[in-house]
């Protein structure tokens, strides 16, 4: 069992642009200034009610669940107008493509939505590469390993088979707890060096190089 389970936004996607119009929208709502879209991204990989704590560490669990709920709303309307824009990262589908071709199991552990995640995937022609989807409809939020767990559990793959990849601390702190490799990739969310700090065994620049890392 060679078991590869990828963080989606920021490592299989670019949904940056879509992400915080939703995360602004969510603010709005409320009346309350937007944060700086750099402060938006890094809490990208976060569930949402934890990712509103975040961005507004003084709001109370209930006001961060209702803004969780605007933030939802936002994005659903965004997708139903055609303004959500997820594209894979240039050469992401040839590097799936290779793992599965050479024998590997994919599967996804991310903090989007299950409809979410399902949209994203199906609109880029990749859905049917993924044995396991983990979602934050049904796990706690990174860096909890409960989504990396689950994976393992249904795919049948040992901690030492499995390999978490992802562009954010949180991944890394995933694979970590859940006793994983760990491997991150430049082009996301954080920077390399905070995501060696995680634990990250390796930091790749392309997917091509991760394809080559993997495959070695």
Request: charged share 20%.
């Amino acid at each position: 069992m060679k078991l590869a389970v990828f963080d989606c936004d920021g490592t299989l996607v670019d949904g940056q642009a879509s992400i915080c119009e939703a995360m602004e929208a969510a603010f709005a709502a409320f009346a309350l200034p937007a944060p700086p879209r750099g402060q938006i991204r890094r809490a990208v990989g976060l569930s949402l009610p934890q990712a509103m704590r975040q961005l507004l560490p003084d709001s109370t669990g209930e006001q961060q669940h209702a803004m969780a709920d605007a933030y939802k709303e936002a994005f659903r309307t965004a997708r139903s107008e055609g303004r959500v824009a997820q594209p894979l990262f240039p050469g992401i589908e040839d590097t799936l493509r290779a793992l599965h071709g050479a024998g590997w199991t994919l599967a996804v552990a991310t903090g989007m939505s299950d409809r979410g995640l399902t949209h994203c995937l199906a609109n880029n022609g990749i859905a049917d590469l993924f044995v396991s989807l983990q979602t934050a409809d049904r796990h706690p939020s990174k860096p909890h390993p409960a989504m990396l767990e689950e994976a393992l559990f249904e795919t049948g793959a040992l901690p030492e088979e499995a390999v978490m990849i992802g562009d954010t601390a949180y991944d890394m702190q995933m694979a970590v707890s859940a006793g994983t490799r760990a491997v991150g990739v430049d082009w996301g969310y954080h920077h390399p060096h905070e995501l060696e700090a995680a634990g990250a065994g390796k930091v790749v620049e392309t997917p091509a190089e991760l394809l080559a890392y993997l495959t070695s």
